[in-house]
């Protein structure tokens, strides 16, 4: 699986043969970028993976309760999934960004963080909460309200009404 390894940029980079000796420091933040990285990968995959048939299937929740529940805990999946990618890639970043800045004498890099990257990463985690947001509350209402029905006990006070009116008064 694909990881970001700057390692292997700068020697590709570099005349054939050519070594780069980095600090300890460098190495350690270079493992841990490779296991956050598989785990925002997974967590990223698995968030899109559950946000299509979410968008799919949330018709159907306007014509039964009992399919509200299902499609409620599938968009919280989604939604939970995009978020934690986005803080493990976040704080991923961070670390990373900070180690190479902390060794910048001996290395001679500096390092930055892009910020086209980090807003597409937030917009993506904040429209799958806005989504589950959105989800719960339409879940809330009934939907014979959504049309314009009202409920039960209106109906029935309406047809109470309509037999009121038919009797002949005395």
């Known amino acids: 699986m694909y990881w970001f390894n700057p390692i ?13 000796a980095l600090p300890s420091n460098i190495v350690d933040a270079l493992d841990l970028v490779r296991k956050a990285s598989h785990w925002m990968f997974a967590l990223f995959l698995t968030g899109a993976c559950l946000t299509v048939p979410s968008i799919f299937l949330s018709p159907l929740s306007v014509f039964s309760r009992w399919a509200s529940l299902p499609l409620s805990l599938l968009t919280f999946c989604a939604a939970f999934a995009t978020t934690a990618a986005s803080i493990i890639a976040s704080a991923m970043f961070i670390i990373f960004r900070n180690e190479v800045n902390k060794a910048i ?3 001679n890099i500096e390092a930055a963080i892009g910020t086209k990257m980090f807003a597409l990463m937030w917009i993506a985690a904040g429209a799958a909460i806005d989504g589950k947001a959105k989800r719960e509350r339409e879940g809330l209402r009934k ?5 314009g029905m009202g409920s039960r006990h209106k109906r029935e006070a309406k047809s109470e009404e309509e037999v009121d009116r038919s009797s002949p008064v005395k």
């Open 105 to 107: 004498d001996t290395v």
């Open 143 to 147: 939907p014979w309200s959504r049309w």
């Open 8 to 20: 292997d940029i700068i020697l590709d980079e570099l005349l054939a043969g050519a070594t780069i």
